[in-house]
Structure formats: structure tokens, C-alpha cells
């Protein structure tokens, strides 16, 4: 009799991902969903004696899914595939009940390894798991964001000894009259801070954008541990760019290792208390869109407020595409 599992990922390409990690003949009955209440719905319906569980989704995410289950004593077995490999976050939902905690890309050997412990993987037949629903190369590029952004949170994390919350990153082809626009949005009307860093590789070529909102400069000094009375301009600089240097390094390290290439950075440039997103758009001319990745970093109890723009040139994307395989149509 077929196992009910429920995969639940806000990413398609997430879900086709955990569903070719399943050990091959496995005989199960899968169901599929895009947030935790959907599967609080599944669970409930019986569809999940086997829970795969994303954490950062919309409308409920996995936290709220775990604490849920608990606090109802749902029948199932929640095993955590999740980007966020943050130590607080791991110790958060064991805490809430997860059996076990695997980090995303998952590895097929590893999920076989959880599977099996727990007994639930019975006797193998030969039915093989497809996938179902096509992946768009936006989702697919989201989906190795939200990778790459959980490594540098998990970086940056070990550097200040902070929480850093994590939001659903935003993947869209943008012409330069609405890259503008989104800029201008992510700044929120106000001046801000911006380092600037060029990264090519692979074929693959773009511009990091980190931009830090004036008035946390006093909270970033308190969380790198910096004399406040010794807060200056250049010292400043020095201190968004210690940050930048965590994440923007984690971030495209971790980017290029899902595509298995290497990423050479130019030198930061920074820009500080610019309300003109035509200075930081200079280099990017032309009607052809822009591959723009949106991610936003909230960090340490003074809610310290990150932007991060990935803007990767139009010239890049048959590049990505061919390191995306037959993952995406």
C-alpha cells in the first residue's frame, strides 16, 4: 500500500527537486503543496503520514506549519528541506518537532539516509517518480537564490552572533525603466547607502547592489562591536563594507557552486547617501531585460535592514539556461 508524503515548497522547481531525491521505486502517493496551509490541509485530509517540509513560504511557512502540528498532534512525520541553515533555525524546528533537518540543493543519498532510519521505507518496487509541472527558468534561478541567500545568512550569522530573518526572494526579467522603479521601491524613498560589486564567470556576468538605509548606521557599528564615538565617514564605509563582504561573498559562492563554475568580483564601489538611482543604474543601458534577483536581509534585534539586488546582464541568460540542463523548459 503506496505511502502518503506530502513535498511542500513555494518553488516548483524545489518540489521536482525533492521528488527526483526520492529513492528510486519508492512506492508512495505524493501529493504536492505551495505553502504550510495547504499542507496543515493535506495532513489533516490523510495525505501526509510523511511530511517534506520548506521553511521560508508564503501565506504559512514551515515554522508556523511545525508549530501547528504540535499544537494539534497531527499524524505525521516532518522532515525539514530547507535553504535557512542558520543554527537558530536548525535548533528552532527540532525544538517544534522536526524529525530531521536536511539542507537544500538536497542530496538524494542523504533524504534515503532520514527515510530509511525512521523505517518508512518499506519494500522498494519499480515504479519510478516523476516530477510533475514544468519549471520557468525564473523559478529555477529563485530556487538557487534561496540557496545561495541561506548560505550567506548562515555566514553572516557566525560573524555577529545575530539572528538574520530571511524573506521569499524575488526573481523577475526587467526592463530598465522598471528595474528603476524597483530600485526606488527597495529604497524606500529614502537616501541610502550602496556598495556596488561586478562578478563575471561561466559565461555569466552581473552586478551586486547591498544597499544599507542611513539611519542603521548606528546599529551596525553596535553589531560589529565598533567605538560609536569614533563614527566617522570612512569608518563608516569600513562598516557596511565588512557586511557586504559576508554576504556578497557567501551569496555568489554559493550561487556559482549550483552551477558548478567559479565567480571572479571587481572591486566595491560605494555610494553613500544617494537618493539618485540613475547613478547606480549607469551601467546598465538599453531596452534588453535584466535578470533581477531581489533578496532582503533583516538583521539582529534592531532590525537591521538589508536590500541585495543581483542584476545579471541578457547577454548571461543562454548561459544559465544551458547550465540549468533539462531541469526547466
Known amino acids: 500500500m503506496p505511502i502518503p508524503v506530502i513535498i511542500c515548497d513555494d518553488s516548483s522547481f524545489a518540489r521536482k527537486q525533492v521528488t527526483r531525491a526520492l529513492p528510486s521505486g519508492w ?53 525539514v528541506i530547507s535553504g535557512d541553515i542558520q543554527p537558530e533555525s536548525y535548533k528552532r524546528v527540532m525544538a517544534l518537532g522536526a524529525v530531521a533537518f536536511i539542507k537544500k540543493p538536497v542530496d538524494p543519498a542523504e533524504l534515503t539516509r532520514v527515510l530509511d532510519e525512521f523505517g518508512v521505507l518499506g519494500i522498494l518496487t519499480e515504479q519510478e517518480l516523476q516530477a510533475t509541472g514544468q519549471v520557468t ?14 548560505r550567506a545568512a548562515d555566514l553572516l550569522v557566525r560573524v555577529v552572533n545575530e539572528k538574520v530573518e530571511l524573506t521569499i526572494p524575488h526573481v523577475s526579467l526587467l526592463e530598465r525603466g522598471e528595474l528603476e522603479m524597483t ?6 524613498g529614502d537616501s541610502f547607502s ?16 547591498l544597499l544599507f538605509h542611513d539611519t542603521d548606521i548606528r546599529h551596525v557599528a553596535e553589531l560589529l562591536n565598533f567605538d560609536l ?6 569608518s563608516e564605509i569600513e562598516l557596511y563594507m565588512d557586511i557586504a563582504n559576508v554576504l556578497v561573498g557567501a551569496f555568489l559562492k554559493g550561487f556559482a557552486e549550483q552551477l558548478d563554475i567559479c565567480f571572479s568580483q571587481g572591486h ?4 553613500i547617501h544617494s537618493q539618485d538611482s540613475a547613478v547606480i543604474l549607469a551601467n546598465h543601458q538599453g531596452h534588453e531585460r535584466i535578470l533581477t534577483i531581489e533578496v532582503n536581509y ?11 539586488l543581483v542584476l545579471i546582464t541578457p547577454e548571461s541568460i543562454a548561459a544559465l539556461k544551458l547550465r540549468s540542463g533539462e531541469e526547466i523548459g
Request: aromatic share 6%.
Open 194 to 209: 550602496c556598495i556596488t560589486q561586478g562578478f563575471i564567470g561561466g559565461g555569466i556576468s552581473g552586478e551586486n547592489l
Open 183 to 188: 530600485l526606488n521601491a527597495t529604497a524606500h
Open 268 to 271: 566595491p564601489r560605494i555610494t
Open 27 to 79: 512506492d508512495v502517493d505524493l501529493t504536492f503543496c505551495a505553502n504550510g496551509r495547504e499542507a496543515v490541509a493535506a495532513i489533516e485530509a490523510g495525505q501526509g503520514d510523511i511530511l517534506l517540509l520548506d521553511l521560508t513560504m508564503p501565506v504559512m511557512d514551515g515554522f508556523e506549519v511545525l508549530e501547528y502540528i504540535r499544537k494539534q498532534d497531527l499524524p505525521t512525520l516532518p522532515i
Open 137 to 150: 527558468f525564473t523559478e529555477w534561478v529563485q530556487e538557487i537564490t534561496n540557496v545561495a541567500m541561506g
Open 298 to 308: 533583516v538583521i539582529g534585534d534592531n532590525q537591521i535592514r538589508c536590500n541585495q
Open 229 to 234: 564615538n569614533h563614527l566617522e565617514t570612512s
